[in-house]
Structure formats: C-alpha cells, structure tokens
C-alpha cells in the first residue's frame, strides 16, 4: 500500500471531545472518525488492524474445537420475552435498542446473543451424542450505553466475538470453561498486551463461575484488587476481603445521648470521640422491581465501611427473587413524592419502623433488611434512634427485636487483608476489561426450555458457556497500553503494516527507485509494507511514521545512491544505517521471528 492512496488524514490538534491517550492517537492518526455519539468509522488504518486481530482470535479459537457461526442482529422480541430479559433490556435504562417493524411488532438489535443461540441449539441439538459444541461469531454489537465515551473504548455500536458452549453435563462445561481461559490467554498473548485475569461479577448474565481478562492501564474504568503473592484477582465489583478489625467500645449498657449538627459518621466521630467502626451505618434505599414494584431497603453496615451496590442486587435479587431494574438512595424529595413525612436521615437505627412507609403512594410500606457480616459483627455499637439529633450507644443486636441474618454487601478495598492468607495484604490497579468468560449453567436453557435428551433417555436442559472478547476495545486497549509521546507503538502482530518505507525527498530519483526496490521486495516476501511515497517533507512523513505507530521504518535519503539507508524501530526509536542487503536481512529475520 503506497501513503498517497491511504487517504491518509492525520491531525495536529487532538479532537476535544478525546480524553484518553489511546483515543486521542487513534482520532490524530487516522484511524477512526466519530459520526456520532458512540458511533465510530473504523478508517482503513484501523479495519487493518481489527482484521488482524480478528484472524488472531479466529486461529485460536478453530484451533481450540469452535466453529464459526454468523448470527442475525435483528432479534424478534419474543425470544427476549421468552427469557425474560426483554423488559430489562429495552425499559428504562435498558441497554437494547429497539424498533417495531411496519407490522407493529417489536425488534431489538442485538447486544448479546444468548437468546438466539440458544433457541437455535434448542433445535437442533436433542441428543447427548451431538454434544459439546462451542459455536462462535465476530460481528457488529449494539448498546445504547448510557455515558458512551473513550472512542471504541465504551462505544454504542462495536465489534465483539462471542461463543456460546453447549453441554451435556456439568463437568462438561468446566472443561471447556478452562479450555477458552488458556484459549484467551493465548489470543491476548499473540495481540502483544499485557491482560490480568480476575474473578468476576456474573452480573445480569447471571450464571456461576465468571472471570475478566483485563488490560492494565491508569485509564481503566475498572477497579482490580489483587493479593501481592498474585494469588487473588478480582473485580473490585466482586472482590471480596477481611474487613479491618473495629476499635472495641467499652460501653456494655444502652444509653442515648444527645448530637446535635452531627449528621455524618465524620461529625459523629470528631464531637463524640468515636472511630467509624463504633458506629452502625443505616442506608435507605429504594429499588425498582422486574414486575415494576418499588421496594424499600434498609442497609446496615459498620461505619467504617463502604457498600458494594453490585453485591447489594445480587442479593437483593436472590432474596426478593426478582430482577433489580434499578436502586438510588431515599433522599427528601423521594419522600415528598411518595407523601412520605421527613425522616432524620442522620440518626436512623436499624429498627426504622416500616409503619415511617405507611402512606407511601407507590412504594411496597416494608422494608426488605440487610445487614452486612461487618455491622452483625458489631458489639457496644453506637446507632442512630431513629429521632432527629440523637444517638444511642452501648448497643447489641440482642436489643433489637427479630433476627439478623449477615451478607456481605462491603467493598473490598486496596489495604484490606486476604481470604487466603491474612498476611497478604489487597493491592490495587486499574484494567480495561477487553474479554469475559461465564459459565451460564442452566439458566437460558431453563428459561427457554431448550432440552437434549441424555444418555439415561431423559429430556434435560443444556449446560451453557459464554464466552465474549470486545475487538474493538482491545484495539484500542492496546494502543491505551502502548504508545509514547510521539504516537502509537503498535505490537507488531496487530500493526496496521510491519514496515514503513519513508522516500525522504521524492524529487530524488535515486531515491525514488530504492524505495521502490525495497517495497516490492518486501511485499515479494509476504511482508505488510507501506510505502511513504507523497510529496510532503520528510519531517512530516517521519512525524506522521511515528504518531500511525508502524514497528519498522526504512527510511531511504541521501545516501540511497550508494545503497546506504537507515532502518528504525518504533518502539525503542534505535536507529541502524547500514547498506540495504544487511537491513532487509535483519528486518526479515525480525518480522518472521515475531510470527511464529
Ligand atoms: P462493561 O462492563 O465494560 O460494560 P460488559 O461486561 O457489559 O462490559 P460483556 O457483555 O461481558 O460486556 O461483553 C463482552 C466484551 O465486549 C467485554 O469484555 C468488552 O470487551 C466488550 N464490550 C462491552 N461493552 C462494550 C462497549 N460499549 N464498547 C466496546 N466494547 C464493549
Ligand atoms: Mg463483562
């Protein structure tokens, strides 16, 4: 490919609306053009580059027993109903964007394709004998995320793989599960990033086991924990610690005392002399229901303490045993709403009375109760007594009425202390979450009763896999975890082109004709060369060389009469002149010894 017919437009100034390095150098290089919110053309620099990471992921996963599949984006409500998830996913903040067709019925653009995939199994597979398949696609996905930002990072429109596995028993499925982990580790390893794999939220996937491949990097939107023996990893939505011990409280007899202005744990602690592990934190929430019922919710947890809201809904869904479509804290004016009187946020106890709800408009007049491990464990606590400016100390739990049941529904923080060993301590670090692996079990073929018929002839739903790498992201995750100030520094297996071949002044004919020798040697040997060809000075072409991040530049000047010209590598920028035979040489030896 010769630059002049790249349609190559690179840009001096960074686009505004570019935060993040990655996204900047992307939109300065050429690579992709934002047409709307979250909406992005990938240019022809960059359909090179998803295209080798596309093949990358094709290799490995047909090489682990996969098949490639292609499957319709267009997906009719029914299925989604079917599963339950269309609700979910098209109300609300749902992530589904969706149209009707000219016969009035409902479609949804798919965001993830369990539903399809598994009505399609459902159909075809009905015999333990035709299991364990594991079926792939790369294609074109669609969210309507909420906040889309950091270009192909959180984008409206992107690229995913998705698998989906199909499995006879249980056993089954954990092996493929441990097939596609290697499977990732290898893909990730080949694209030249750095990924850690943590434990992972299941999220409203649902499922068992789950764990994330992530990219390190400062600019990560994820949280990651992990035990300095590398032992432990998990999402901080996940994570899970021991909590720090409380400063123990002497006073063993309830008392109340009066605290004026002292509506935070922060005032509480400085006016009364107290440590935020003394006192029992109440947080009152309200959550919205499946069924569209609003359910309050009373949260204690020890003062200390931060609440984990990904744990709070998966609790909360276990034991109401309904989805959660959304949860914000009760503030004043969703209390004036409901016709609710004031409560003295501040000083509330655990033992709000549900009668406080008792002429709510359209909320359920109960609280649902939770209360972390940390607050159960909780002894002599101060709390609040449910009177403005007033708290009680000396309290247990076997001063209130009714039992309590402990949950952990705590973030884990960087400092906290490991489950596995109490000597190691949590470190933290920010990663980008380029793949996910779940083990589904048996909840979509449940719900859309897919069923094979097993080896003692009964009719049993499958065991599923799921298995989702974002290409795009990763894309541009490796750009986020390699560039420096000059541009990009692409790992070679995914680079756009191996090579740069840079004609420092066309008007050369000497120069002129190497640089063209050079090129179509290279390309006689399979090597992806560019050929900076234009008419521009050679200051720009270099600059331009170095910001679109090509691993290999030759560049050929002055001394191309004689056949001496100057072969660069990006990464390091060392620079080598040498005569034309040694520099093809040890680039040929380089590239293909990257390849294996
Ligand atoms: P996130 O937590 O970042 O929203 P997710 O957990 O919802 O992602 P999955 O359903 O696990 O995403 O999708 C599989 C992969 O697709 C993710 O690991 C990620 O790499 C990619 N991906 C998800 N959402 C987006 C998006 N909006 N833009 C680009 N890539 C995405
Ligand atoms: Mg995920």
Known sequence: MRVSRLMLVTLRDTPSDAEIASHQLLARGGFIRRVASGIYAYMPLMSRVLQKITSIVQQEMNSAGALQT???????????????????????????????????????????????????????????????????????????????????????????????????????????????????KQIFDRCGIKTVAVEADSGSIGGAASQEFMVTAETGEDLILKSSDGIYAANQEKAISVA????P??????????????????????????????????????????????QPILVCIRGDQELNEVKLVNILSKELNKKILDISIITDEALKDQDLSDLPFGSIGPDLA????????????????????????????????????????????????????????????AGDRCIHDENQKLEEQRGIEVGHIFQLGRKYSKALQTNFTNEKGIQEPFWMGCYGIGISRLAQA??????????????ISIAPFEVIIVIANMKDNHQVKLGEK???????????????DRSERAGVKFKDADLIGIPWRIVVGRDAASGQIELVERSNKQIISTNTEAALTKLLTEIFDKRR
């Open 478 to 491: 490796a750009v986020e975890q390699n560039h420096d100030d000059s541009g990009i520094t692409w790992p």
């Open 244 to 247: 720090p011990p409380p400063k």
């Open 249 to 294: 409280s002497k006073e063993r007899t309830p008392f109340s005392f009066d605290t004026p202005n002292q509506e935070n744990i922060n005032s509480l602690c400085v006016k009364q002399e107290l440590f935020p592990s003394q006192i029992l934190k109440v947080i009152l929430m309200i959550a919205l229901l499946e069924n569209n019922v609003e």
């Open 518 to 532: 050079i090129y179509s040697e290279l390309k006689t040997k399979g090597i992806d060369a560019l050929l900076d």
């Open 354 to 413: 549900d009668l406080v709800l008792a002429n709510s408009r359209s909320w359920n007049k109960y609280f649902h109760r939770v209360v972390d491990h940390t607050a159960l464990e909780m002894e002599n606590f101060v709390c609040g007594s449910n009177q403005e400016d007033r708290h009680l100390g000396g309290m247990n739990w076997t001063n209130f009425e009714g039992t309590f049941k402990g949950v952990d529904i705590r973030k884990a923080k």
């Open 70 to 184: 292609l499957l319709p984006q267009l997906h009719p409500a029914e299925i989604w109903e079917r599963s339950g998830r269309w609700q979910e996913y098209t109300a609300g903040e749902g992530l589904m964007f969706n149209l009707k067709d000219r016969q009035g019925r409902n479609l949804g653009l798919g965001p993830t394709h369990e539903e399809v995939i598994t009505t399609l199994a459902g159909e075809i597979l009905h015999s333990y004998r035709q299991l364990p398949v594991n079926l792939y696609q790369i294609q074109t996905k669609f969210r309507d995320e909420i906040r889309p930002r950091f270009g192909l990072m959180r984008s409206r429109e992107f690229i995913m793989k998705d698998a989906y596995s199909f499995h006879a028993t249980e056993e089954g499925l954990k092996s493929t599960y441990s097939d596609m982990d290697a499977t990732y």
